[in-house]
């Protein structure tokens, strides 16, 4: 059953959204996961907000032991280790109460739809059962962000040079226009970085996720894991000791030269290593 409690919420925010909920309730939710992988990884939190037509607030939180190791990756990420979930219940233990905070409801949330939705989908899979999204509807605020503030090239320039970029998609100008948008960067955000090593690091992708940067491997727990394929969720070590052909396919095909690589050292016996 949803908590009912006061909630730490602007007033004017909660205007705006009892002004929306008008039809039928509306749920934010938000999912803490193994990984960024919406197929393999696994649910170790979530929190919902239920808004009822009435105006009135619930809340739902309520974390879930995966089935899995949580790579210290994402640990790193959202706090959330192993022992923090050993005693907490499975995701199919908690179905009845997610079904409860969902009913009747639509859905919100930030990048729901590309990814909080599709895991939530696969765990009840998992569970044998169906996530069922027929008259939900479904509002991204993340899409709606990046419709109304465009994060392209031209519209860096124009945030952070305050012009236009008149020579867009000519491949000299681009170059000028990424230099002037670096250095609005620094100018803007005093605590940045302030060398080319700083700024690279800062600049990964979050979790330092990909092995390579074609993103066919990727970091669990500081080993090198497949990102893709038949082999997908399995440590490239244990590939390499189970289905040396494999790899050895890979090497022979067409797969970009650094994926290559990585998979004919492999196959010599050396992996890639994560500090």
């Not at 009912?4 to 007033?11: G, L, S």
Request: net charge negative.
């Amino acid at each position: 059953m949803p908590e009912t409690r006061t909630i730490d919420i602007p007033e004017k925010v909660l205007a705006n959204l009892r002004a929306l909920v008008q039809e039928k309730p509306l749920v934010f939710f938000d999912l803490e996961t193994t990984g960024t992988d919406r197929f393999m990884d696994r649910v170790v939190e979530i929190g919902a907000l239920r808004i009822e037509t009435s105006g009135g607030l619930s809340f739902f939180e309520q974390r879930i032991h995966p089935g899995i190791r949580i790579p210290r990756e994402s640990s790193a990420i959202h706090g959330i280790t192993d022992a923090d979930v050993r005693d907490c219940p499975r995701f199919a233990e908690v179905i009845p109460q997610i079904e409860e905070v969902f009913a009747g409801a639509d859905l919100s949330g930030y990048n729901i739809r590309t990814f909080d939705v599709p895991v939530l989908q696969k765990e009840y899979e998992r569970a044998g059962r169906e996530l069922r999204l027929e008259g939900r509807r479904i509002v991204d605020a993340q899409v709606i962000f990046f419709r109304k503030e465009p994060r392209d090239l031209s519209a860096a320039l124009r945030f952070f040079s305050g012009r236009e970029h008149t020579g867009a998609h000519s491949s000299l100008a681009d170059v000028i226009a990424a230099a002037e948008v670096l250095s609005g960067e620094l100018s803007r955000y005093s605590d940045l970085p302030r060398t080319i090593a700083g700024l690279a690091e800062f600049s990964s992708p979050i979790e330092g996720r990909y092995v390579d940067p074609d993103k066919r491997f990727l970091w669990r727990d500081g080993e090198a894991v497949f990102a893709f394929g038949e082999h997908r969720g399995i440590p490239l070590k244990e590939v390499a000791r189970t289905s040396p052909g494999y790899l050895e396919w890979m090497a022979n095909r067409d797969f970009p030269s650094e994926t290559k690589r990585i998979v004919r050292e492999a196959l010599r016996g050396s992996f890639p290593e994560k500090s």
